[in-house]
């Protein structure tokens, strides 16, 4: 395997990468926008269905 060292350097390698395409690419920013939109929808969405269950499980 990689030594920690190699292993962190490479990492940060790939993380300036994708900062890089993030900025110079308008479809991957959007791409990336409507799906972190669409995750925080649904975690809104689950956290307001679970008080109501538990409060049926409950009575």
């Not at 994708?18 to 791409?31: L, S």
């Not at 925080?40 to 499980?57: F, I, L, M, N, Y």
């Amino acid at each position: 395997g990689l030594s920690k060292g190699a292993y962190k350097s490479t990492m940060n390698q790939v993380i300036t990468d994708r900062q890089k395409r993030q900025q110079e690419d308008p479809v991957y920013r959007r791409a990336l926008k409507e799906t972190s939109h669409k995750l925080e929808q649904r975690v809104k969405e689950r956290s307001t269905e679970q008080p109501a269950k538990h409060k049926q499980h409950e009575q």
